[in-house]
């Protein structure tokens, strides 16, 4: 009864895609999580955007895909998951975003991205009433887009469970078991698992999961908080991300869902380390100064909620995907630097791929990008 292909450990946005990809396959899947249902760790507290519009070639080829799933979704499964394919704008004010949008435009149109630099008169076109001072143009992907992270966690969930995968939840996994140096399976405070292939999807606490088999894994927490207004109707369309600095913080970025309400999260600087998620009296003031100068049109908008998760860090901010060296049959699927919910569907056909044997060029691309033992070096550029 406790045998299985392949155990996940974590029930989150790398967690249950994947569960699909294999439950898909015909493996005996079986995921693991310490909260109530699916989603409760930082899937819940991600904002919704969904681009490929990235800097590198695997985080390109994994996020197309995870587009193509999130927007084929309610058309495959009659459910809503509130997908709305508004497109990424990011406004330069400044040259020196515009160098590094327009340098990294070759690779971006390489591995396929529909984008392009354009003028301010198409950025006012896309986003009506931005503050047109000093616009010197953008670069905008009409193809990426948004959906929401708990109608789509549960979907997925219920997608998993259709193909035969188990979750146990309120569960926690106090025990990696190996054999020879090669993974057995895990053990919770209610029972032994066991599999020749375990999945770590634990995000931030991953380097505590990956403690439990003597692995010290670099996976470091640190905060970021969002908030989300009132619905109002429809007026914009696109995730704004705008990429100049400011006091206290690196980028911002906000975009209106398909209920018309505005979601927006800002990156702090310095990084805010830890696993503490107690909302601050910094944030509101700091980002809303700032998105109602670049949108004037949101100023009377009222905000309804806010809150804080966390970001799984890696030293470089990209993630980290791949086999274990030192003990078979660990796979590491986690330090996604708070891009699970977007990369996740693409990260998961490619875990099971890679379980299966069944890896593809483009994937071997990937995983010498995502790869765990990579040289440390430099960020993304849209980071």
Known sequence: MNNYDVIIVGAGSIGVPTAIALGEKGSRTLVIDRNASPGQGENKHAIGGIRATH??????????????????????????????????????????????????????????????????????????????????GGTFSPGDGSASPLLAINAFYRRALSFGVEFHFRETVEEITTENDRVTGVKTEKGTYHAPVVIDTAGPYSRPFCSLAGIDFPVYPDSHEAAITEPVKSFFGCMVVDLRPGPGSKNYYFYQNRLGQVVFCITPDPAIPGTDKRETSVFLPQVSARMVALLPRLRNLRVRRMWRGLYPMTPDGSPLVGWDRNLQGFLHATGMCGQGFMLGPGIGELLSRMITGETTPDDETTLQEFSPYREFGGHEALK
């Open 55 to 136: 800097s590198s070639p695997g985080k390109i080829l994994t996020a197309l895909r995870s587009l193509e799933i999130f927007s084929s979704w309610e058309n495959l499964t009659g459910e809503s998951i509130e997908w709305l394919m508004g497109g990424y704008l990011f406004p330069v004010y400044r040259k020196t975003e515009e160098d590094i949008l327009k340098s990294i435009l070759p690779i971006q149109k390489q591995y396929g991205l529909n984008i392009d630099y354009v003028g301010p008169e198409k950025i006012k076109e896309v986003l009506p009433g931005i503050n047109e001072e000093g616009l010197l």
